[in-house]
């Protein structure tokens, strides 16, 4: 009951409350020696202080599970626990050690079969090698992640998967496919009422629409540079 309690806090965004519920589960199950309920609430209490942006906090009760997950044998815990503190290594930006948990937590999801935790991973993954310049990596992760998430029909994955294809071909220099990927990705976020995928999206094709206009304003100078100068008020137009 206290775990689920937590978790209803959690998801609400009553965080202090949820803490102490999953504090006092946690104290409960370590008195009754019950290791695999301490690992899950130590991933819940991570998880909640994730939400808060009280990372290294997180980071904490992250590796404490990570731990008792593998004492444990339990795989999809040491995957959960896994990506969680890699998910939390890109937002602090230690992108190598963020890759390195990530890519260990998509081995596991892809050995158990899955096919939603290994898309996310894929996407996440992604972003990190986005960020360390690797963007052919990270247009391929972000390709069979956008692959499985229609294999099962997830709305939200497919836009977050459009989303980063968009984000990294633009990174490339290329402003047409990324708005289409982008256009894509907000018609599927809209649908199902994802925010976080609507708002990347519109942020997208606001990019790809500057760079559309500042490729625009080079040509029509380059046009202009060409024209014969008439007389002095041509010049002076040119030059105001």
């Known amino acids: 009951m206290l775990i689920n309690i937590g978790i209803d806090e959690t998801e609400l965004g009553r965080y202090e409350q ?25 991933d819940n209490l991570g998880w909640a202080r994730q939400r808060q942006d009280r990372n290294q906090e997180a980071v904490g009760y992250h590796q404490q599970s990570l731990d008792l997950f593998r004492e444990i044998g339990d795989r999809q815990g040491e995957a959960f626990a896994l990506s969680r503190l890699g998910v939390i290594d890109l937002r602090l930006a230690r992108y ?14 892809r050995g158990m079969g899955n096919a939603s935790n290994e898309a996310q ?40 998967a459009l989303n980063g294809l968009g984000e990294v071909l633009f990174r490339t220099g290329d402003a047409d496919k990324p708005r289409v990927h982008h256009a894509d990705a907000l018609r599927l976020a809209s649908e199902a009422d994802a925010p976080r995928e609507q708002a990347r999206a519109h942020a997208g094709l606001a990019r790809a629409c500057q760079a559309d ?28």
């Open 121 to 160: 991973c894929l996407i996440r993954l992604g972003e990190v090698y986005v960020e360390l310049g690797s963007h052919e990596q990270a247009a391929g992760n972000f390709d069979q992640a956008l692959t499985m998430s229609r294999e099962i029909g997830d709305r939200v994955l497919e836009a977050d």
């Open 213 to 240: 206009g500042d490729s625009g304003s080079r040509r029509k100078s380059q046009i202009d540079e060409k024209k014969p100068v008439t007389n002095r008020w041509d010049c002076l137009h040119q030059t105001r």
């Open 96 to 109: 190598q050690h963020a890759a390195e948990y990530l890519r260990h937590a998509l081995g596991l999801f």
């Open 18 to 42: 949820a803490a102490r519920h999953q504090q006092e589960a946690l104290v409960l199950f370590r008195d009754i020696g019950d290791r695999f309920g301490e690992a899950r609430e130590l």
